[in-house]
């Protein structure tokens, strides 16, 4: 069984950063994506960024040139940077897995706040 934690999240000013972090534990065959995603309050939960265990990486029109993802494979950890942040940021940020066995793992969720 695979467990994700997540860390990071907070309040913070626009224009500010934070910087989210996703570490994967316990019984863990290779990660294949490892991703952010995030839902807003009535909103649709929604891709963030993903990157795949080879370095490609995806992200969502919204936070190009504002978001960075990266991954520590020999940690499974994944990380997102952000920065210059919105208001329209604020939402419940989530960590999912996908291991190449097809398996997907998510995390409990870590909020961001945007104040403006």
């Known amino acids: 069984q695979v467990q994700l934690v997540e860390s990071g999240g907070g309040l913070v000013q626009a224009g500010g950063s934070l910087r989210l972090s996703c570490a994967a534990s316990?019984?863990?065959?290779?990660?294949?994506?490892m991703g952010w995603y995030r839902q807003a309050p009535g909103k649709q939960r929604e891709l963030v960024a993903m990157i795949t265990r080879g370095g490609t990486i995806t992200y969502a029109d919204s936070v190009k040139g504002r978001c960075t993802v990266s991954r520590d494979n020999a940690k499974n950890t994944v990380y997102l940077q952000m920065n210059s942040l919105k208001p329209e940021d604020t939402a419940v940020y989530y960590c999912k897995i996908l291991t190449f066995r097809g398996d997907d793992t998510w995390g409990q969720g870590t909020q961001v706040t945007v104040s403006s």
């Open positions: 316990g019984t863990i065959f290779n990660i294949y994506i």
